[in-house]
T-cell receptor, first 113, second 111 residues
Framework: DGGITQSPKYLFRKEGQNVTLSCEQNLNHDAMYWYRQDPGQGLRLIYYSQIVNDFQKGDIAEGYSVSREKKESFPLTVTSAQKNPTAFYLC????????????FGDGTRLSIL | QQQVKQSPQSLIVQKGGISIINCAYE??????FPWYQQFPGKGPALLIAIRPDVSEKKEGRFTISFNKSAKQFSLHIMDSQPGDSATYFC??????????FGKGTRLHILP
């Protein structure tokens, strides 16, 4: 089955710690995305990548970093600079960037201890 | 101009009724209007999408109505069922630009 796998499903972070969220896709999609979802806020774009070894900041990139070394992988690091990291994080991919259907993973819920 | 305004925030409908969710936009260059459905603890999934060259698209019980002059589009769920209870997001995008999502509507269908 083709799809997007996010891990872990739940993650806890101590104050001052960096944590990395995993996202893997086997859809052979060029574009990948990270969104943050908070209650009543919809989906806010953190970072996106149109192609391997390239990525751009989205609307709320501060305190986050990404890499795209392989087509199928787009990990997100939540750094200690992100002051309010508690949220539901969603990874998505699409055949190409732009007005294309996006396929989402089932998310990682990050909480602060 | 890049916003997509979605209403209502929450909606309660009796089983068998029609659920209607509305979205409005300002950017007349938007050319792709998808709707996503999200169940608790899951990621959103594409439900149905429309391009501005048609005024309506129907897939089963789900219909998108598109009013280009009013810059509005809506999702209609006919014969709503308890299994339709979920959060629905409208979205819009222009060409090679990012997709802009509405803030979502939490729909609850009473059994």
């Amino acid at each position: 089955d083709g799809g997007i796998t996010q891990s872990p499903k739940y993650l806890f972070r101590k104050e001052g710690q960096n944590v990395t969220l995993s996202c893997e896709q086997n859809l052979n999609h060029d574009a990948m995305y990270w969104y943050r979802q908070d209650p009543g806020q919809g989906l806010r774009l953190i970072y996106y990548s149109q192609i391997v070894n390239d990525f751009q900041k989205g609307d709320i990139a501060e305190g986050y970093s990404v890499s795209r070394e392989k087509k199928e992988s787009f990990p997100l690091t939540v750094t200690s600079a992100q002051k309010n990291p508690t949220a539901f994080y969603l990874c998505a991919s699409s055949n190409r960037f732009g007005n294309q259907p996006q396929h989402f993973g089932d998310g990682t819920r990050l909480s602060i201890l | 101009q890049q916003q997509v305004k979605q209403s209502p925030q929450s909606l309660i409908v009796q089983k068998g009724g029609i659920s209607i969710i509305n979205c409005a936009y300002e950017n007349t260059a938007f050319d792709y209007f998808p709707w996503y459905q999200q169940f608790p603890g899951k990621g959103p999934a594409l439900l149905i999408a429309i391009r501005p060259d048609v005024s309506e698209k129907k897939e089963g019980r789900f219909t998108i109505s598109f009013n280009k002059s009013a810059k509005q589009f809506s999702l209609h769920i006919m014969d709503s069922q308890p299994g339709d209870s979920a959060t629905y997001f409208c979205a819009a995008s222009e060409g090679d630009d990012k997709i802009i999502f509405g803030k979502g509507t939490r729909l609850h269908i009473l059994p």
